[in-house]
Structures are given as structure tokens and as C-alpha cells.
């Protein structure tokens, strides 16, 4: 079984290569994802190397082969479920389930994996909008709902539907749960920019003017 931190490192990995398209992941972006030393990741990429879980090069990056890859969409498959499951069992809010997952994405077995995407009716996506990975998958799907570009990219007149939220933290996701702005939420590009770094848009009858680095963070499709 491979162990906390190895799971770790190669969900972290995956996601900062998936996020970048395809390219190798730095040392310094896993140690600023893990919160961990540059040192500390030069001794574990070693490590996963070793066991044949990723490519490392020096000065060039790391990339995790094929068995890295799907164990890393296995502990993404489990995170995003458990998120799922909290928010529809237990009533949880989308800015509380990522901590809770974190812990649990560890413990739980593949069966009960299984039986919780089941009880689910197979959902395609987490509460974030993040695509859940199939049992079999090999790699994370491409959105299927144009959901392809950010918030900051729409221009004036734009109607839009937030599909994805990229940045995960509760902060943020209280925020924009304080703006109105959970996925679903349909809208209208009012203005971008507005002069003032600020987009603003409007949502059934509020207006509405949000910073255009917290829209770079957005991800939505056409309404």
C-alpha cells in the first residue's frame, strides 16, 4: 500500500502538470503546493523514481508515469467523491468539505469508494466542478459543457454560467457565496474591465463588481 505521503505527492503532482498542460512539475511548485522544503520533494522525487511512479530530471522537472498517474487519479477520485458526499449527506458547505476530505482520502478502501460514487448516481463532477474520475480512468476528462475559459476572459454582453471554481480555499469560497456566485449561477458580463482593475456583472437583478484576478479563478461556459 503506498503510503500518505506518496499519495500526496503524486495527486500533487498530477494536478500541477494537468494545470499546466501536460509540462513537468517544479520542485519549488510541489514544495510551495505541500507547504514542505525544496530539499524535502529532491529527497522523495528520488524516492518515486525509484519505486517507478514519476521521471524525474534535475533542473528540468518531474512527471509521473503511467502507474504514478493512475494512482494519482485514484486519490483525486477518492477526495472529490468524499466532497460530494459530504455536501449532499451531511449537509456541509463547499467551503468545508476540502479539509475533511484531505483526511479521509487515505482511510477509505476502494470498495467503499465505489459504493459511495454508486449511492451518488456516478456524478461527473465534485461540488467545486472539479471532474471526478472514473474507476478506470487513465486521466482527467476535458470539461464536456464548453466550461473552457475563466470569468476574466468574457467581454460585455457575455452571458455565462459558472461551472468551476479554481481556487478552492474556504476564504475565497465564502466569498463567493457572499456574492452569489455558486456553481450554477447564471449571468451577464456588464462591463470588463471598468477602469479599476474590477469586471462587474450582473445576476438576475444585482449588480455586481469583482476583482479581475478573483475572475481569472472562475471557470464558466455560455448560458
Known amino acids: ?3 500518505l505521503t506518496v499519495e500526496n505527492y503524486v495527486k500533487t503532482i498530477e494536478q500541477i502538470t494537468t494545470g499546466q498542460e501536460g509540462r513537468p512539475a517544479t520542485t519549488g511548485q510541489i514544495a510551495a503546493a505541500l507547504g514542505v522544503s525544496p530539499g524535502t520533494v529532491t ?13 524525474h530530471r534535475p533542473y528540468e522537472g518531474v512527471a509521473l508515469t503511467r502507474a504514478g498517474r493512475m494512482l494519482a487519479l485514484r486519490v483525486i477520485r477518492r477526495h472529490r467523491l468524499i466532497e460530494l458526499f459530504l455536501l449532499k449527506t451531511l449537509d456541509m458547505s463547499w467551503d468545508e468539505v ?3 476530505a484531505e483526511h479521509m482520502e487515505h482511510a477509505v478502501s476502494d470498495l467503499l469508494v465505489e459504493r459511495i ?3 451518488l448516481g456516478r456524478p461527473e463532477v465534485d461540488p467545486h466542478g472539479d471532474p471526478i474520475p472514473r474507476a478506470d480512468a487513465v486521466s482527467l476528462s476535458d470539461p464536456a459543457d464548453g466550461a473552457t475559459r475563466s470569468l476574466a476572459e ?5 452571458a455565462f454560467r459558472l461551472a468551476r471554481v479554481l481556487d478552492q480555499s474556504s476564504d475565497f469560497l465564502r466569498y463567493l457565496t457572499d456574492c452569489g456566485l455558486v456553481l450554477g449561477t447564471v449571468g451577464t458580463v456588464e462591463s470588463n474591465p471598468d477602469g479599476a482593475g474590477l469586471m462587474r456583472i450582473r445576476l438576475g437583478r444585482t ?8 475572475a481569472d479563478k472562475l471557470i464558466v461556459a455560455d448560458a
Open 98 to 100: 476540502h479539509d475533511e
Open 207 to 214: 449588480g455586481l463588481a469583482i476583482a479581475l484576478d478573483a
Open 1 to 3: 500500500m503506498p503510503s
Open 117 to 119: 460514487d454508486a449511492f
Open 154 to 158: 468574457c467581454g460585455e454582453g457575455n
Open 43 to 55: 529527497s522523495m522525487l528520488k524516492t518515486l523514481d525509484a519505486a517507478r511512479l514519476a521521471t
